[in-house]
T-cell receptor
Framework: NAGVTQTPKFQVLKTGQSMTLQCAQD?????MYWYRQDPGMGLRLIYY???????DKGEVPNGYNVSRLNKREFSLRLESAAPSQTSVYFC????????????FGAGTRLSVL | TQLLEQSPQFLSIQEGENLTVYCNSS?????LQWYRQEPGEGPVLLVT???GGEVKKLKRLTFQFGDARKDSSLHITAAQPGDTGLYLC????????????WGAGTKLIIKP
C-alpha cells in the first residue's frame, strides 16, 4: 500500500515565489494534517482537515493556505515564500475517532533562499 | 495550552547500554503515542498507551503510561545500532479537537 504520498520530495525557492505541496492518502482516512519540522522543535501543526470540506488552523498557520480537494487529497500552498519557511513539511492522515493514530508521508524538504 | 516536555533532547550511548526517555506534562491525556523517525522519513507509530499505569513491551522497548495519565517513559534494554533515530511522544488531549500534542523529540544515537 502507498499510504501517504507527498510531492515533491525536495524544493528550492527564492523569496517571494509561490508553490503548492501535494499530499494524497489511500487509507480512506477522514482527517488530514500538515506539519512542519524544524531542528529541536518537534512537529508543529500548520493546518488540519477533520473531514472533507473542512479545514482549521493549527499552531503556525501564518503564510500558508490549504485546500482539502477531496477525501484523498490535502494540499498546502505558500503564496509568497520567506526564508523562515525553510523546513521539512510532513503530511499525515488519521481515522476520525479512536486514538488519533497518524500516518505520515516521507516529507518535503523545502529551502527558501 | 497543553505541553509535552520530552527529555533528554539528545542521547549518544554505546551498544548494549540501557536508556530511558521521558515525556512529561501537567495535562491529562486520553492516550499517549510513541513514534520513531529515521532520517529522510516520516514518523512511524511504535505504540499507543491508553490506561493509567499501563505497561507495553515491544521486544527490547518498554513503554509506560503514568498512573495519572500525565507522563510516559520509553525504556530500551541493551540498545542496538538499529535503535538509532528520533523518538517522539504525542498526547491526545481530552479536548484536543483532532490535534495531537507533540514532544520536541529525543535524538538517539547508538554507537557500535
Amino acid at each position: 500500500n502507498a499510504g501517504v504520498t507527498q510531492t515533491p520530495k525536495f524544493q528550492v525557492l527564492k523569496t517571494g515565489q509561490s508553490m503548492t505541496l501535494q499530499c494524497a492518502q489511500d487509507m480512506n482516512h477522514n482527517s488530514m494534517y500538515w506539519y512542519r519540522q524544524d531542528p529541536g522543535m518537534g512537529l508543529r501543526l500548520i493546518y488540519y482537515s477533520a473531514s472533507e470540506g473542512t479545514t482549521d488552523k493549527g499552531e503556525v498557520p501564518n503564510g500558508y493556505n490549504v485546500s482539502r480537494l477531496n477525501k484523498r487529497e490535502f494540499s498546502l500552498r505558500l503564496e509568497s515564500a520567506a526564508p523562515s519557511q525553510t523546513s521539512v513539511y510532513f503530511c499525515a492522515s488519521s481515522l476520525t475517532g479512536g486514538w488519533n493514530i497518524q500516518y505520515f508521508g516521507a516529507g518535503t524538504r523545502l529551502s527558501v533562499l | 495550552t497543553q505541553l509535552l516536555e520530552q527529555s533528554p533532547q539528545f542521547l549518544s550511548i554505546q551498544e548494549g547500554e540501557n536508556l530511558t526517555v521521558y515525556c512529561n506534562s501537567s495535562s491529562v491525556f486520553s492516550s499517549l503515542q510513541w513514534y520513531r523517525q529515521e532520517p529522510g522519513e516520516g514518523p512511524v507509530l511504535l505504540v499507543t498507551v491508553v490506561t493509567g499505569g499501563e505497561v507495553k513491551k515491544l521486544k527490547r522497548l518498554t513503554f509506560q503510561f503514568g498512573d495519572a495519565r500525565k507522563d510516559s517513559s520509553l525504556h530500551i534494554t541493551a540498545a542496538q545500532p538499529g535503535d538509532t533515530g528520533l523518538y517522539l511522544c504525542a498526547g491526545d488531549g481530552e479536548d484536543s479537537n483532532y490535534q495531537l500534542i507533540w514532544g520536541a523529540g529525543t535524538k538517539l544515537i547508538i554507537k557500535p
